[in-house]
């Protein structure tokens, strides 16, 4: 499985990767903001976005609306703030299949890529 990371933080991108790998994920891209994730979307065929809510230039939710309004039906888990879990239903609204809040483990995350890959295929 492919799976796009985009956050502006490197190292929570490199805790995300990190993450991922130890669950036997290791096709991993990054991209430091929505704009970045975007470009890169457009030249490579991903198999899920985890993507950070709060972002410069282009926000996670900005990102989920630009993916749908392409047709792309990628799942998307947009990783929220624990202060704002009122944006998750911003989130799944714009077209997220689901959600993770911070701070989280790799169970969680575990359970929420599962989730948003069958939110997809329903």
């Keep these: 499985m492919r799976i796009l990371i985009v956050d502006d933080s490197v190292s929570t991108r490199a805790v995300l990767k990190q993450m991922l790998a130890d669950l036997g994920h290791s096709n991993v891209i990054e991209a430091a903001d929505g704009i970045d994730a975007a470009n890169i979307l457009q030249k490579n065929a991903v198999d899920l ?25 990628v799942p998307v888990v ?45």
Excluded at 62 to 67: G, H, S
Excluded at 84 to 113: H, M, W
């Design 49 to 73: 976005v985890i993507s950070d809510w709060d972002m410069p230039h282009m926000d996670g939710v900005e990102l989920v609306k630009a993916i749908r309004r392409r047709g792309d039906d």
């Design 78 to 122: 947009i990783v929220i703030g624990q202060s704002k879990r009122c944006e998750a239903i911003g989130a799944l609204q714009a077209g997220a299949n689901s959600y993770i809040v911070k701070p989280f483990d790799s169970t969680t995350l575990s359970d929420r890529i599962t989730q948003a890959i069958k939110a997809r295929e329903t």
